[in-house]
Structures are given as C-alpha cells and as structure tokens.
C-alpha cells in the first residue's frame, strides 16, 4: 500500500478504535492514547496513520477489503442428519427447564416448586438486565468524556 494515498473518516475510526484497545490492554497510557487519537484523526495518509500504530503489534492499517459472506452458524435443516447435534457445546438447559416444568405439573404438591422455579428465573433475568444498562451506561459515559475530551485537545491545537 502507497503510503500516499489519502485516508478516508472510517480508516481514521479503526485506527482509533484500535489505539483505545492497545489502551485498554495496558500498552498505551492516557496521554500517549490522547497524542495518538488527536494525530490519527487529523492524519491525511495512510503514511500519517502507520506512524501511529508504528510500535504497536499491529502496526500497519489496511484499508477496508470486501467482507466475506456471513456464514450461518447455526444448526443445518432438519433433513441434513443428526450429525450436526454432537458437534454442539455447552450445557442443555432446556430440557432440565422442562423436565423441572413437567415434574412440578405432574405433582400436585410441587407447585410451589413450580413457583419458585420461575422467581429465581426472573431474579436472574433481572440482574442481568440491571448490570447489563450499568454497563452500557458506564461504556457510553466513557466514551461521551472520552470524545469530548478528544475534541478539546484537537480545538486547542488547531
């Protein structure tokens, strides 16, 4: 790639989105990520934009290539053969959950079980939702002082 070539807005988002990965695992500090961000973003060539990432693993940016097509990773039809069931990972939980849903149906004295079983379910789904907005809120704050903190640095030096 001529190191001439003009660089385009998203050329100049993956960069910086890598440095603040390379931040995030401890290579960069926050001044040299605010030094690179502000020189990635005003860089003009791929040129200016490998001299950002020089010292980095990844050292030179490429441009966008054609993705290839997105391969479903699910299951096969159901006429493609059993063959696909043991391949899968992970725990079956779907069966227990009905297995558990049956057995507290079937036994009269079990629906308190039944009921219990479908409180932890909520609380679950529940705290998972409450440390999932927390999260999501405290990444878009990061990001919300990060910006505008990016956009100081770059009005003062303009």
């Known amino acids: 790639m001529d190191d001439r070539i003009r660089v385009s807005d998203a050329d100049r988002d993956r960069v910086t989105a890598r440095l603040r990965e390379h931040f995030a695992e401890g290579r960069l500090t926050q001044d040299e990520l605010d030094e690179r961000i502000s020189a990635a973003l ?32 699910g299951p096969p039809h159901p006429w493609a053969g059993p063959h696909w069931i043991a391949r899968r990972r992970g725990p079956r939980l779907l069966p227990l959950v009905l297995l558990v849903l049956l ?18 379910i909520l609380a679950f789904w529940l705290v998972v939702f409450v440390v999932g907005a927390l999260a ?5 704050r990061r990001m919300h002082h990060h910006w505008h903190g990016n956009t100081e640095h770059r009005h003062r030096h303009m």
């Open 42 to 73: 005003s860089a003009k060539t791929f040129g200016d934009l490998r001299r950002v990432m020089v010292d980095l693993p990844e050292p030179t940016p490429v441009p966008p290539r054609a993705v290839p097509p997105h391969q479903w990773a």
């Open 103 to 120: 057995a507290a149906l079937v036994f009269p004295s079990s629906g308190w079980l039944l009921f219990g079983f479908l409180k932890l």
């Open 136 to 140: 999501a809120g405290l990444a878009h």
